[in-house]
């Protein structure tokens, strides 16, 4: 069974004006379509097709080496934006509530701090790549990876994350990295973002 793009949960224009239709069209069909085919031919006649993406990832230094590099850009492609379209909605934004709201205070002293130090993690990946919020041994933290590389791969929880990639926003802001990720911020999905964050301390 190979790895299928999956589909998106709400419409391209659903995240105007913070992310434009155009982008998310092309994000989505295009790009992460591609990532999909690629990571598909990376593993033909393997069994690593047969299990879910995170499991990949999770154990790349296990994938036969002659394919391995190709299943940390691809997969991790795949993993990647599976992740990014969830963690964003239409009628969204705000501010975390409840566990995870005050997970984030205990963390990062309150949600302002927290905020300021992602936004920081996202303008200051070099080139192309990804912020993250993730759940680590016992607690939350914030960490960046280059290209399409996944915290998973490094143990790691993803909860949250902003794809810096410039094809994420160079249509509607060029070169203003800073603008995408300030408006990226309306359409954060805190409730899907708490419901990862349930898992992981259940598990
Ligand atoms: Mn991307």
Same mark, same amino acid.
């Given at each position: 069974?190979?790895?299928?793009?999956?589909?998106?949960?709400?419409?391209? %224009?659903?995240?105007?004006?913070?992310? %434009? =239709?155009?982008?998310?069209?092309?994000? @989505?069909?295009?790009? @992460?379509?591609?990532?999909?085919?690629?990571?598909?031919?990376?593993?033909?006649?393997?069994?690593?097709?047969?299990?879910?993406?995170?499991?990949?990832? =999770?154990?790349?230094? #296990?994938?036969?080496?002659?394919?391995?590099?190709? +299943?940390?850009?691809?997969? &991790?492609?795949?993993?990647? @934006?599976?992740?990014?379209?969830? +963690?964003?909605?239409?009628? /969204?934004? &705000?501010?975390? *509530?409840?566990?995870?709201?005050?997970?984030? !205070?205990?963390? $990062?002293?309150? $949600?302002?701090?927290?905020?300021?130090?992602?936004?920081?993690? /996202?303008?200051?990946? $070099?080139?192309?790549?990804?912020?993250?919020?993730?759940?680590?041994?016992?607690?939350?933290?914030?960490?960046?990876?280059?290209? *399409? %590389?996944?915290?998973?791969?490094?143990?790691?929880?993803?909860?949250?994350?902003?794809?810096?990639?410039?094809? /994420?926003?160079?249509?509607?802001?060029?070169?203003?990295?800073? #603008?995408?990720?300030?408006?990226?911020?309306?359409?954060?999905?805190?409730? #899907?973002?708490? !419901?990862?964050?349930?898992? +992981?301390?259940?598990?």
């Amino acid at each position: 069974m190979p790895f299928n793009l999956p589909k998106l949960p709400y419409a391209y %224009d659903a995240l105007e004006p913070s992310i %434009d =239709a155009k982008t998310m069209e092309i994000h @989505h069909g295009k790009h @992460h379509q591609a990532y999909v085919d690629k990571a598909n031919a990376a593993l033909e006649g393997t069994e690593w097709l047969s299990r879910p993406i995170e499991d990949v990832m =999770a154990r790349l230094m #296990e994938v036969p080496e002659d394919r391995r590099q190709a +299943v940390r850009n691809h997969g &991790g492609g795949v993993l990647n @934006h599976a992740i990014f379209w969830t +963690v964003m909605g239409p009628k /969204a934004g &705000g501010e975390p *509530q409840g566990d995870l709201g005050k997970a984030i !205070q205990s963390a $990062f002293g309150d $949600f302002a701090s927290f905020q300021e130090q992602f936004t920081q993690a /996202a303008l200051s990946q $070099f080139g192309s790549g990804w912020a993250w919020l993730v759940a680590g041994d016992s607690r939350l933290e914030i960490t960046q990876t280059a290209n *399409q %590389d996944s915290p998973v791969t490094q143990g790691l929880t993803p909860l949250l994350c902003i794809d810096v990639w410039e094809h /994420a926003y160079y249509l509607r802001y060029q070169n203003r990295r800073p #603008e995408y990720v300030k408006a990226w911020w309306n359409v954060v999905n805190w409730q #899907e973002v708490a !419901q990862r964050f349930a898992k +992981v301390k259940t598990a």
